[in-house]
């Protein structure tokens, strides 16, 4: 069974749906009328997957949360729950009731389908019901025409056995640094199992002298006593809460996730006591090694790819330590927060054995409270994995609320929801459409604008203006759902597409991003075809700031040029909509693409038009049928871009003007609504295969740049290191120094094949100057070392030449 809707009154923040109330057209629901009136509920719509909540503070996002734990039985509503700036908030007697919550749900199973017909309700798979718990009378359920009384408790019990499981983790307790070997096998934990207070006894005791008199030995036995004979607190304070939710999780990480067994604990604690260092690590390394294989930490945290959790003895407790890159381990206390919280939602996550026989739908608040931008990404990654696992033997649901843009997947905007709190006793609303809104609720509920997350480290398209930004991103999402075998679309986790605000802005954004600083962010522009366009190109060649190229020549695509070149390698004629290359739209009598617009062909940018008219200005049908796809082809006739056309056909015809943003969101709503499936409309097969031609391209052009920056950083590193070591040590050096660079140099390298030469060549600079034997002596042949050493950084671009021609006779 899977959650659709949610349905919220008088709930904490919500108090009712007041914009819905203001609309005469809106459905009223007998349900939601009650003796004061009509009032209805506020409704959240869930998506199948993973659904993000955004929304300011104080708006009500971890109240739905709430909410849905209510309708689930989960947690009861109480009366404190109900919204306290309501018009029917009320302590007077018989005049106090209970918050309204409800859902929808969809039936995914015959047995579910089954278990609604004991019950009285007739609701085959795929179908939907309504559920509702409402602050007075008893709970209903609504299937059609049908409404279902559940007076009965044990049917309300039936009812949510199969509804989703809930599951809450909790965000605010980390993996500890260390964890007693008694609590994992069900040992008792004594006063002294706390590692500092175990060190104070000891060095209370240590301070016993055999010739000590009566009257000492009686004050350090008392001191000694009081360590083991602590008094015990009537109350569990917070402290001592949170040390025993983060021994549980650690239980959780070492027995549930990495299935090692608790007999093993007790045996490694007794091999401990009886000093039995040989059964004691290998144990430790049977520990390491299936937490390595379960736990495979590598795949989900992208900022070390040979980033490794393991385990240490010491004494009474199994320690936490992390290797990374560079081979050397670190406590957690070394560490950031983020990877330890991280670390605490994944071994959450992998610990949970699911029920097979309900769905499950996953609760977070706010988890990226102490995550990178990366290690946000990270944990979107797991999240979407746990409601689409590998296997895809399950479909499971995910909600979470969040803050951060960075944990919002950009290539399914579809999955956001925007929560804004209006004012007095308005309370919660959804924002039913954030773009015409001009994404105002979205940029308050993030706090961030486009311009200041430019450049967040990852790829980076800059283009003309915030038009071709629409088009680029609403294509990609739409084409990435109506044509799945297009693989090479733009992938808006990774790339930002930034908008300029004009082609002459292109080159200084671009010198921004990449001028002034040693770390470049890989940038791609794309550039209109006109005279702007032109002239920014020249810029970017050469800038005006310090007259060097602002970005490689190969980097740069002109609209005109790009166009031209994918035409030459089509099989197909202009205006086809046939397979092969582009499917170029005749915008002038020579048929030149010159700007993102002449990709769209003119029947739907006449639909896009009228639907601009319609929705955004109001305009009946009759009004916005005066715009002909007929009149528009005449105006390309007779040269000029599509945009210059349909705006001109806009104002001739209607007297209106119509913004270029906007447009290019009608374009993209235009695709969206269209079905996923049969025969298209004329003219949207050209579509989707213009701009596929156009976003594979860049994709492959913001991947090569980022290889290609990923290299340059790389080798600057090596050759960082190799250049220190030879000014520093011109005479000689020890072994042990060497080898310590020579591992520098191995950590900066990544796994590929390029980077096996880098590799190779350590490994027989190590074997041929016996570094690591007698590692404090001097390197025999210093000279020759260095110059092999310089030699090395050289290796990837010998590798890269062409063999060398044999000649035969003398003197070759």
């Known amino acids: 069974m899977r959650l659709t809707r949610v349905y919220v009154r008088f709930f904490k923040s919500f108090n009712f749906d007041y914009e819905r109330r203001a609309k005469e057209s809106a459905q009223r629901h007998e349900w939601e009328i009650l003796p004061e009136g009509w009032y209805p509920h506020v409704r959240l719509d869930v998506d199948p997957q993973v659904t993000a909540v955004v929304g300011a503070n104080e708006s009500g996002k971890s109240h739905l949360l709430d909410a849905i734990e209510c309708v689930m039985g989960k947690r009861r509503v109480t009366r404190s729950d109900f919204c306290r700036y309501s018009q029917l908030y009320s302590v007077e007697t018989d005049q106090v009731r209970l918050p309204d919550v409800g859902a929808v749900f969809t039936v995914g199973q015959e047995a579910e389908s089954a278990r609604l017909a004991e019950l009285g309700v007739t609701c085959a798979v795929d179908e939907t019901f309504l559920f509702m718990r409402p602050g007075d009378g008893h709970p209903f359920i609504v299937c059609g025409e049908t409404t279902t009384d559940l007076s009965d408790s044990e049917q309300v019990k039936s009812l949510e056995a199969i509804l989703p499981q809930v599951l809450r983790f909790s965000t605010s307790i980390a993996v500890p640094d260390s964890v007693p070997i008694a609590s994992l096998w069900g040992g008792r934990l004594g006063s002294l199992a706390d590692r500092r207070v175990r060190g104070e006894f000891l060095d209370a005791a240590e301070q016993a002298e055999p010739e000590a008199d009566e009257t000492t030995w009686a004050q350090i036995s008392t001191k000694l006593w009081s360590f083991v004979r602590r008094p015990a607190t009537s109350a569990e304070t917070e402290e001592e809460r949170r040390k025993r939710a983060e021994m549980a999780l650690a239980r959780q990480l070492l027995v549930d996730v990495a299935r090692i067994d608790e007999n093993v604990f007790k045996e490694l604690q007794r091999a401990i006591t009886n000093g039995k260092e040989g059964e004691v690590s290998g144990l430790e390394g049977k520990i390491n090694e299936s937490l390595a294989r379960h736990l495979n930490l590598s795949r989900w945290w992208s900022q070390d790819t040979d980033f490794k959790l393991r385990v240490t003895t010491r004494e009474r407790e199994l320690v936490f330590t992390i290797r990374d890159r560079t081979g050397t381990e670190y406590s957690f206390g070394e560490r950031s927060r983020g990877l330890t919280h991280f670390l605490a939602y994944f071994v959450q996550l992998r610990a949970h054995r699911p029920s097979e026989e309900r769905s499950e739908i996953l609760l977070m608040d706010e988890p990226d409270a102490y995550l990178s931008n990366s290690g946000q990404q990270d944990l979107l990654r797991v999240l979407e994995n746990f409601a689409v696992p590998d296997d895809g033997l399950r479909a499971d649901q995910v909600v979470y609320v969040t803050h951060s843009p960075f944990l919002i997947n950009k290539n399914a905007a579809s999955r956001l929801r925007v929560l804004d709190k209006g004012a007095q006793e308005e309370g919660t609303r959804v924002v039913k459409d954030v773009v015409r809104t001009h994404y105002e609720p979205l940029r308050s509920s993030l706090g961030t604008h486009v311009a200041e997350t430019a450049f967040i480290g990852g790829k980076n398209l800059i283009v003309e203006g915030t038009a071709d930004q629409v088009l680029l991103a609403g294509m990609s999402n739409a084409l990435r759902a109506r044509r799945p075998e297009a693989a090479r679309l733009l992938d808006l986790n990774e790339v930002t597409i930034v908008p300029a605000g004009s082609a002459d802005s292109v080159p200084y954004?671009?010198?921004?991003?990449?001028g002034r600083d040693p770390i470049k962010p890989p940038c791609?522009?794309?550039?209109?075809?006109?005279?702007?366009?032109?002239?920014?190109?020249?810029k970017l060649k050469r800038s005006e700031a310090n007259r060097k190229p602002v970005l490689d020549e190969k980097f740069v695509v002109c609209l005109d040029k790009w166009a031209e070149s994918t035409r030459a390698k089509a099989s197909t004629g202009a205006g086809s909509d046939a397979d092969g290359g582009i499917a170029p739209v005749a915008s002038t009598k020579s048929g030149?693409?010159?700007?993102?617009?002449?990709l769209i062909p003119p029947r739907i940018a006449v639909q896009a038009a009228r639907s601009y008219a319609s929705r955004l200005l109001?305009?009946?049908?009759?009004?916005?049928?005066?715009?002909?796809?007929?009149?528009?082809?005449?105006?390309?006739?007779?040269?000029?871009?599509?945009?210059?056309?349909?705006?001109?056909?806009?104002?001739?015809?209607?007297?209106?003007?119509?913004?270029?943003?906007?447009?290019?969101?009608?374009?993209?709503?235009?695709?969206?609504?269209?079905?996923?499936?049969?025969?298209?409309?004329?003219?949207?097969?050209?579509?989707?295969?213009n701009f596929i031609s156009l976003l594979s391209h860049l994709t492959d052009l913001l991947d090569e740049a980022a290889a290609t920056e990923a290299h340059r950083r790389r080798e600057k590193r090596m050759g960082r290191i190799v250049r220190g070591f030879l000014d520093d040590y011109q005479t000689g050096a020890t072994r042990t120094l060497a080898d310590s660079r020579l591992r520098e140099i191995e950590s900066s390298l990544d796994d590929s094949a390029a980077h096996d030469v880098f590799r190779l060549g350590v490994a027989r600079l190590r074997r041929d100057f016996a570094l690591r034997t007698d590692p404090t002596k001097p390197i025999d042949d210093f000279p020759s070392f260095r110059q092999r050493?310089?030699?090395?950084?050289?290796?990837?671009?010998?590798?890269?030449?062409?063999?060398?021609?044999?000649?035969?006779?003398?003197?070759y």
């Open 509 to 514: 954004i671009a010198y921004l991003a990449r």
């Open 524 to 538: 791609v522009a794309l550039l209109d075809g006109d005279d702007d366009g032109r002239r920014a190109v020249g």
């Open 592 to 598: 030149i693409v010159t700007e993102i617009e002449d």
């Open 618 to 689: 109001g305009l009946d049908s009759e009004e916005t049928d005066k715009i002909k796809e007929g009149d528009l082809k005449n105006r390309l006739d007779s040269g000029g871009p599509l945009w210059d056309a349909i705006r001109d056909l806009f104002t001739d015809t209607l007297g209106e003007h119509i913004d270029k943003v906007g447009f290019a969101r009608e374009v993209v709503s235009y695709l969206n609504a269209l079905p996923r499936t049969g025969s298209r409309p004329s003219g949207v097969k050209a579509l989707e295969d």
């Open 789 to 811: 050493l310089e030699d090395l950084t050289r290796q990837e671009r010998l590798e890269s030449q062409e063999p060398e021609e044999e000649h035969a006779g003398p003197g």
